[in-house]
């Protein structure tokens, strides 16, 4: 089968973009042709000096626009792929794209008039999600998306409630290689809590500081890592000193770097309100952690309250605080949560299962084209 996916900056280090390159890369394995379209900051063209690249049997191809400016960038994007999309994906069958928005939309109405079948996976929830934030016109054209995949039924449920076709969408996880993510051989007793996400405002990482401070007056013990990157990281270390807080920073991270962060902690938090369903947090869950999270359907869609995971009312440090405390001074109780964590991670989201199912998924759209 010959398969493009769509992500607007394949270069970032975000759930999004992580779980592209997964996904390609467990289609090339299976030999399948694998093309990923995004794009390059104008300004970056010395870095990448051809749009072409091959890496791991993956051809990616990265558009050059300007990224300072949501409307440019989706009207130059349109126009390079009008002319890049029947040059390069003259073979291609199917064009899977990342993310329920505009761009996506003009990408998915230049395919379909060259003849390629479309699926749209929207990828954030709630109100900061995709389908509280997209334009009135994809619905007024959604026709261009041959089928909606979301990533649980609370985010269906969001694309249905915006008007569009039951009979076009439905529901296929993101996945985890539980091979490369799993326990470590010899795990930690101390309290160890990680966070792993963009630094952005709905991830709320200002809220989990608030709440490490209950939690380091109570046990000032435990240990507070936060990986990751993005334009407020200086603002959340400033916030940190503020408050008396000395948590570990690490930037943006290679996946490897993550897994053994991962693996040296036992308890993860997510204190974000948007993911349409967290890498992150499968992850987490895959390596054994006791995961914290936003009381949301999206991550409630994940996890089974006082099972596999704890949930605390999204607005609430003090309940952040308390959910945290339950597993800091718990260590049984967080050895249970983390090991069936770990077997959720196993029995629904495993990277394999997933591949599976979106293979099925184009051979049934390409089955109904042709």
């Excluded at 999309?85 to 073979?91: A, D, G, T, V």
């Excluded at 509280?132 to 026709?143: E, G, H, M, R, V």
């Excluded at 261009?144 to 039951?166: K, M, Q, Y």
């Amino acid at each position: 089968m010959n398969i493009a996916l769509f992500v607007p900056i394949i270069d970032q280090t975000g759930g999004t973009e992580i779980g592209t390159w997964r996904l390609a890369e467990h289609f090339a394995q299976r030999g399948h042709y694998i093309t990923i379209i995004s794009t390059q900051a104008l300004s970056h063209w010395r870095k990448h000096l051809s749009i072409i690249d091959y890496t791991k049997g993956i051809r990616l191809v990265r558009l050059p626009v300007w990224q300072h400016s949501q409307y440019i960038f989706k009207q130059i994007l349109t126009i390079q792929a009008s002319w890049a999309f029947p040059l390069l994906l003259r073979e291609t069958q199917i064009i899977h794209l990342r993310g329920l928005t505009s761009e996506a939309l003009a990408l998915a109405r230049i395919a379909r008039r060259i003849g390629l079948s479309t699926l749209c996976v929207p990828m954030a929830s709630g109100i900061y999600g995709d389908a509280a934030t997209f334009s009135p016109s994809i619905i007024q054209d959604s026709d261009s998306f041959d089928w909606i995949s979301a990533l649980t039924e609370p985010l269906r449920a969001e694309v249905l409630n915006c008007g569009f076709p039951t009979r076009r969408t439905g529901v296929i996880p993101n996945g985890v290689d539980i091979d490369q993510f799993k326990p470590a051989e010899r795990q930690t007793s101390e309290p160890r809590v990680i966070f792993v996400g963009q630094f952005r405002p709905e991830k709320r990482v200002d809220l989990l500081l608030s709440a490490w401070t209950q939690i380091q007056s109570a046990y000032p013990q435990a240990r507070l890592k936060l990986v990751g990157g993005g334009q407020y990281v200086a603002h959340y270390r400033q916030m940190a000193a503020q408050l008396g807080l000395s948590p570990t920073f690490i930037p943006n991270i290679n996946t490897t770097e993550v897994l053994a962060h991962l693996q040296a902690s036992n308890i993860f938090v997510m204190s974000g309100i948007s993911e349409g369903m967290s890498n992150a947090l499968l992850e987490a869950m895959a390596v054994g952690l006791a995961p914290v999270v936003a009381n949301t359907l999206a991550n409630r869609a994940v996890i089974t309250p006082e099972i596999d995971g704890l949930c605390y009312d999204p607005d609430s440090s003090e309940a952040l605080a308390g959910e945290l405390g339950r597993l800091i001074k718990d260590i049984e109780l967080r050895r249970r949560i983390g090991e069936a964590a770990r077997q959720t991670a196993v029995q629904r989201f495993n990277l394999e299962s997933v591949v599976d199912q979106y293979l099925a998924l184009y051979t049934q759209l390409l089955g109904e084209k042709y």
